[in-house]
């Protein structure tokens, strides 16, 4: 299976900053999965980084507030804009072999915004 | 209706049981079935997948799929105390890879 290196593994931010989370990955990849986990809670999805086109995002989840970047089958970043404590949150990656694989995930960025 | 849920739990199981975690889902249609397990702290690691009716182990653990009933289970068996984690159910649907994750069931192996 894949991978995947992620950065930062944490940071703490101050409101009204943005932070910008990488995602390399060792090999090609078609799709990338940004998600979001709240503390005590499970993964939501926030957008699917696609290669070569605009992310698809989830209900919820604005490309002005999410920006994503996809510039080539092994790299992504997503950008969390303008922050507030409310996007205090475990940010994570992934990539899937397939359709009918599951995924990995990388480390995670641990984000506190005060 | 939440798409898949899970008892949040605490379960709690001596060393050496059978631990029982399941899963139900709403989308009829959907085609591939996941389990992950998350330590704390840790981000999830994929153990399971399962795609038709029926049964399917590996090692340990067994994963059931009950498409008519919208039901998956997780049965680990011969318990141990490094399987305390939570497990996180995941189902995707049809023509797509995108996955919906349960809230996850804590699980406790007391030794």
């Known amino acids: 299976s894949a991978v995947i290196s992620q950065k930062p593994s944490r940071d703490i931010c101050q409101r009204g900053t943005s932070l910008t989370i990488q995602c390399q990955v060792d090999s090609q990849v078609t799709m990338m999965f940004w998600y979001r986990q709240q503390p005590g809670q499970s993964l939501t999805l926030i957008a699917t980084?696609?290669?070569?086109?605009?992310?698809?995002?989830e209900s919820g989840f604005v490309i002005d507030k999410f920006p994503i970047s996809r510039p080539n089958l092994t790299f992504s970043t997503l950008t969390v804009s303008n922050m507030s404590p409310e996007d205090s949150s475990i940010y994570l990656c992934?990539?899937?072999?397939?359709?009918?694989?599951?995924?990995?995930f990388g480390s995670g960025t641990r984000l506190t915004v005060v | 209706q939440k798409e898949v849920e899970q008892n949040s739990g605490p379960l709690s199981v001596p060393e050496g049981a059978i631990a029982s975690l399941n899963c139900t889902y709403s989308d009829r249609g959907s085609q591939s079935f996941f389990w992950y397990r998350q330590y704390s702290g840790k981000s999830p690691e994929l153990i399971m997948s399962i795609y038709s009716n029926g049964d399917k182990e590996d090692g340990r653990f067994t994963a059931q799929l009950n498409k008519a009933s919208q039901y998956v289970s997780l049965l680990i068996r011969d318990s141990q105390p490094s399987d305390s984690a939570t497990y996180l159910c995941?189902?995707?649907?049809?023509?797509?890879?995108?996955?919906?994750f349960g809230a996850g069931t804590r699980l406790f192996v007391k030794a």
């Open positions: 992934s990539v899937g072999a397939g359709t009918n694989y599951g995924y990995t």
């Open positions: 980084a696609n290669q070569g086109s605009e992310a698809t995002y």
């Open positions: 995941a189902v995707r649907g049809t023509g797509g890879f995108k996955t919906i």
